[in-house]
């Protein structure tokens, strides 16, 4: 039987801070069985539904964690293991 490996998520955090900073953001991955959806998802203190906030330098680095997802599982059967 041969296994494969997924990353379903980065977080994206200030330099300096922990991962579950109340400014990370979390890039996901998601399959609704129609292909890949980039999900954001944010928890700071005043979350309102429907909106994510990125500062202009936390944007390249959201973008490049959602392409790094995207192209690994674009490139997915390369990732295999018997």
């Given at each position: 039987m041969k296994y494969t490996q997924t990353i379903k998520t980065i977080i994206v955090y200030p330099e300096g801070e922990a991962w579950f900073?109340?400014?990370?953001?979390?890039?996901?991955?998601?399959?609704?069985g129609g292909g890949y959806y980039v999900v954001l998802n944010q928890s700071p203190d005043n979350p309102e539904p429907g909106q994510v906030r990125l500062d202009p330098e936390e944007l390249d680095a959201v973008y490049a964690a959602a392409?790094?997802?995207l192209n690994?599982?674009?490139?997915?059967?390369?990732?295999?293991?018997?």
């Open positions: 900073h109340e400014l990370a953001t979390e890039v996901c991955i998601e399959d609704e392409k790094q997802l690994q599982h674009n490139n997915n059967d390369n990732n295999t293991t018997d």
